[in-house]
């Protein structure tokens, strides 16, 4: 393996739960890169300039900034941060598209929502306040473009790309020659990344992203991965150990769901109340990506039906009569 590569770490707030959200600045062989863009807050700028200036670095230095996905929380600052350096910008080949699509707030994303909701089976009276809280996230969105699209398995300044969709269509691992590896939110160490309902692309299915996410944990735990970069809280070792950390959660969440479904079975919505009894319109979004990410790995298994009643509410019921059926380990 080739030596480890100088990545730094900078840790930059943001005003959500989640906390702090990293970008990391990495001293290449072909330009001096950033890995994402943090959100858009004046905060979030001040703190990026702070931690730069801390290692000798100004923004107008940085001549490359890559993207590991494209949720606004790591994004947001793209458009100032090209604008005042120059910079070049990189990312997967779908991020533009996927922005449209999460953040457009037009008429098709508004009727688009409307309909998910109600097949989620969600209460009619909940469809303006989920809607008026995604909109609220308008002022965290300020993307510019990408001047050079970053297709699976190409190389970058010593980095690999490999592609590994589930907590968001765009999630990119790059994975350097010594094995350290900037992950994104696609594996984080005290947080279960989960997969993220998402409008697809014209002439797509929507994805069963859990089912997706799964499988890119299980390309990601086959990498000879030596240190991760994660895109919340401190670098980790041993990604085995936290992949399977994720993993066993899903299962724990099977086996409560097999454990209390009835013949009458439940729409996501019913399962998200269930598993969220505190649930509020700002994180219904997040629950029901959840539920409905569970219900569909279910499914995939063979182990619940999904029927549509006929309000048109996507409800899930045992596939078989006779009971429970085990849950795959």
Not at 123 to 150: G, N
Not at 161 to 188: C, E, K, N, Q, R
Not at 220 to 244: K, M, N, Q
Not at 269 to 293: I, K, N, W
């Amino acid at each position: 393996m080739s030596p480890s590569p100088s990545i730094t770490r900078i840790a930059v707030p943001t005003p959500f739960p989640v906390g702090d959200v990293n970008v990391f600045l990495y001293r290449g062989r072909e330009a001096l890169t950033l890995f994402d863009a943090a959100v858009r807050t004046e905060d979030a700028y001040a703190a990026l300039v702070a931690g730069l200036a801390e290692h000798g670095v100004a923004v107008w230095d940085l001549e490359r900034i890559i993207l590991t996905h494209h949720h606004f929380d790591h994004i947001g600052l793209l458009r100032r941060l090209m604008e005042e350096s120059g910079a070049e910008t990189c990312g997967h080949p779908d991020i533009l598209a996927q922005l449209q699509l999460s953040y457009g707030y037009d008429d098709r994303h508004r009727v688009y929502h409307e309909s998910l909701l109600a097949e989620l089976g969600v209460p009619a009276d909940h469809t303006d306040p989920f809607i008026l809280s995604r909109d609220s996230l308008r002022k965290f969105i300020d993307v510019y473009t990408l001047d050079r699209l970053l297709p699976d398995g190409v190389v970058v300044d010593g980095f690999t790309v490999h592609h590994v969709p589930g907590h968001s269509p765009t999630d990119t691992l790059f994975v350097h020659s010594s094995g350290a590896a900037v992950t994104g939110d696609h594996i984080l160490e005290n947080v279960n990344p989960n997969p993220i309902l998402r409008r697809p692309l014209p002439g797509h299915r929507r994805a069963k992203s859990l089912v997706e996410f799964q499988q890119s944990l299980r390309h990601t735990r086959s990498l000879g991965l030596t240190l991760c970069y994660p895109g919340h809280g401190a670098p980790f070792t041993d990604h085995h150990r936290v992949i399977d950390g994720i993993l066993a959660q899903h299962e724990r969440r099977n086996r409560r769901i097999l454990s209390t479904i009835t013949p009458q079975g439940f729409s996501a919505y019913d399962l998200a109340r269930a598993l969220y009894p505190a649930m509020t319109h700002q994180d219904l979004f997040f629950c029901l990506s959840v539920a409905v990410g569970q219900l569909e790995l279910l499914e995939s298994r063979g182990l619940l039906r999904q029927e549509h009643d006929a309000d048109g509410v996507s409800r899930f019921y045992p596939a078989h009569a006779g009971g429970e059926s085990p849950v795959d380990a």
